[in-house]
């Protein structure tokens, strides 16, 4: 899918974008993994919706809200790029969101304070995968005890912390 509304705007300057927060995941560069997070109806400040979903990486400007919930609102600034996605053989252009800054919640909703999320990159692919874990066995995904172990020895340190 190209998102020729998002190639409308230009790469010159940071917009204002709203999305839904669906879920979080990863990426595999061989042994290297990292977070992500799925925002779905993506739309441009002046209404205008721009795509159906938008993958980006979990930046510290998201880890700042705490745990996202399905269904929580999120503003951002952020300017548009191009990539190449596809097949190396069959390589279309086509446009993201990158460089989101000024991460908010935003809705109608009261937003109250989020349990934090491990800023240690290790512990947080941990927590994607302790938190998609159903999904990610019935899609044959890897689950790897290293990140997990990480993300439950940030969660017992937290506890303890909390006592």
């Not at 739309?43 to 979990?58: C, I, M, S, V």
Request: glycine share 8%; charged share 25%.
């Amino acid at each position: 899918m190209v998102r020729q509304q998002l190639a409308k705007l230009g790469a010159a300057q940071r917009h204002l974008f709203h999305g839904t927060f669906l879920r979080t995941g990863y990426k595999r560069f061989q042994t290297h993994y990292q977070p992500t997070l799925l925002l779905g109806d993506v739309w441009h400040e002046d209404h205008q919706p721009l795509t159906d979903h938008l993958w980006f990486n979990y930046t510290k400007g998201f880890l700042r809200l705490g745990e996202l919930l399905a269904g929580d609102q999120v503003t951002f600034f952020a300017r548009v790029g191009s990539y190449q996605k596809g097949r190396w053989d069959h390589r279309l252009q086509d446009f993201r969101l990158q460089r989101p800054t000024k991460v908010a919640r935003s809705g109608p909703a009261p937003l109250t304070a989020r349990p934090a999320l491990p800023t240690d990159p290790h512990a947080l692919i941990g927590y994607i995968m302790v938190t998609n874990a159903a999904f990610y066995r019935a899609s044959g995904r890897l689950i790897d005890d290293f990140y997990v172990a990480a993300y439950r020895q940030w969660r017992r340190n937290k506890d303890s912390e909390s006592r």
